[in-house]
Structure formats: structure tokens, C-alpha cells
């Protein structure tokens, strides 16, 4: 009978501290900042606790163990927390939130608006920005010289082709055009996290010609490094982007938006993950770019490949160019991809351009052509000295002077 009364005791310590472990994390979910340092901080303790008081048994032992990684996680936990507390703040924000979503090109910018973008660090205002979108639905481009024109220039790339951060008078597409005193049209394909992908599907589902009113005699596309990621659906800004995949044949085939095909997620999963990411392992698991390999190279080349080809199908341009933005923070990286970016077009007849050819002060001076320190996106000055380069070198005409 005593035996009887010690075990109903000892279930109710145990229910007792299970109710009090759920209502504390449900607590520490809602109220306290960094929750999961004080709830693995918590389980740990208790799990000592309880292994240090039967240690003599194997259930005691484990138990101890278990509370010796959970104290450890949740000091890797801390760590990600005062990691996040030294980096600057980054607050952005749209007055329309003109992102709309696209069938085949995950998002796009909502057409005839002007959007103005804020940008603080720290609470300090970085950038305030008007972004004019016309009725083609791409970001405003200068006037010229209508049916008198030599040529059609269009851009493609992400924010660094759109010009993030940037007047519209001052993008790499309105400069070009400024600069060749209006005898080229340009178009501004570029939006906020495209890539290659859009590049190919905007030209593949009628979205290019249903902007354009002249056939292009120049394509020119800004590659960063992590289109290779955005293309193979790796990292945050490829969660809906289209998705190419080369078939057995060797062919590309369009294959829908990346995550049309998974399921949705109950509000019970939406929940469950929303507070999942307030741990700040977990966020950086989920969020964190996979470091492209062999495979996604490829499949980054045969998308910029496939483009130039369907360009000269349908266009018959014969000038397809890619400007490279080889970061010198990630391009001279071990095993860095932006050779193997390079020798994948080369290899595929297409011209590439570094921008370190291009500003050779970019590689030993980088923050002399972004935005901040803590923005890597290109100032004015870089895309002003990348079109003089593109009127020059790939257009070949002469440049304007500044008035």
C-alpha cells in the first residue's frame, strides 16, 4: 500500500512538472525575448536535476545527459542571440507593398504605381527611394529618340538590375540610356530576388513582349552569385520562383513555381513554425542559402544559356552579355563559384563581363560602390561607371558628356 501511495506521488511530481514545463515555454513564447535560450536553459536544468537525483539508475543517467545538450544548445542559442543583438537592425518598408504575386515568375512589381522604399540601419534612415513603375509594369526608363533609335537594350537580373536603393534616374538601364544620348531604348526587367529564372521564363510566357515595343539588339544580364542558389530554389527568395529542371534528354522544361507543388500547410503548421523561428538556430537552418554545387551551376548556365538561345530565336539578337558581380568577399573565397560561373558560360559561347574588369578599384576598395557597409546593393557611382561600360564597350557608341 505504501509502495501504492509513493508511485501515485511520484506520477504527480512528474505530471506537475510537465504541466508547469508546457505553461512556462507557452509563456516564454509570448513574453520573453529570446524564449528558447530560457526554455532549453530551463529543460536542461531539470533534466540535470532529475538525472543528479537518480543517478544510480540508467533512466537517471540519460536524463543527465539529455540536460548537459540542452544547456549546451541553449548556449549556442545565446550565442546567436547576442550575435543578433551586435548586428544593425535592418528595417524596410514599402507605403504600397507592391509586390504581387506572377504564374511564372513568383512575384512581380504591380504596374503604373510609384512606390517609395525606406531603408534604416540601426534607426537611421539609409535610403528613401521612389521607385516608378510604368503600365509594362517595369521600372521607369529614359526617354529617346522614338523611331529615329539604333537599337533596344534589355536588362534582366535582380534587385541590382532593378536598382534597389537607388533614384530612377540613377539605375544601370537609365544610365545606359542617358549616356548614349537616347539612341538606345532600354527596358528595366529587374525586380527585388529574380534571377536567371525570370530572366527565361519572362521570355518563354509572353511577359518580355507583352512589355516591349521594339525587338532588342542588346541583352545585357547582371548575374550576382546567388542566382545560382535563387535557380535551384535554395535560400528565402527562391521559396516561389519558377522552376527550370534538365530533363534526361538534356533538355530545360519549365516545371510550375517552386513550392506549388507541396502541400498547404494547416494554421496548426503555420503556428507550430511561426514559433519555431524564434529560435535562432532554427531561422538559420530555414533561411540560410545552400552552398551551390556542381549541379546547380549547371542548372544556373543552362538557364542563361536556354535564354540567349530562345532570344536569338525569337529575336534575332545576336549581342547577349553577362555582367558579373563578383563580390571580392565572395568570389576569392576556397571553392568560390564564380569561376566556375564564368567557365560555364564561356563554355556556352556567351561574354562574360567581371565587374572587377570593369572597376578595378572594386576589387581592392568594395564599399567605394555599394550602398553601406551594411548593404551590399550598388551605389549610383557603380552603376554610373557600369554604363559608360556598357555604352562603350558592348554597345559600341560614344558617351555623352554630363552636362
Known sequence: MLAKLHSIQYLTRVACAIVALVAGTLLALKFLPAPFVWILLTLGTILCRVGFVYRNATAGVIAFNFGIVAVAVSGIEASFEIARWASPVREETFELGYHVPDPYLGSRPMPDVVETATLQIDQELLYKVRYTIGANGLRLSPLDHGDNIVGCVFFFGGSFVYG?????????????????????????????????????AAMEHGLVDAAIDCAPSHIVYLAIVDHISRAAGLGKWSSFGPRYVIGDDGSLQFSGLYGNDEPTPTPLAREIVWQARKSRIVSFVLDRNSYPGDSEVELFAAIVAQARKYAESAYSVSEFHVLLWDWPDRCSQQNEPCAAMTEWLQAAGIDVHPVTKIIPDFATAPDDFVLSPHDKHANARAYALLADYVVNKILGTSIVPEE
Open 164 to 200: 534597389e536603393g537607388v533614384a530612377d534616374d540613377q539605375t544601370l538601364p537609365y544610365r545606359t540610356g542617358v549616356r548614349s544620348d537616347g539612341n538606345y531604348r532600354v527596358y528595366n526587367f529587374g525586380f527585388h530576388g529574380h534571377g536567371p529564372h525570370q530572366m527565361l
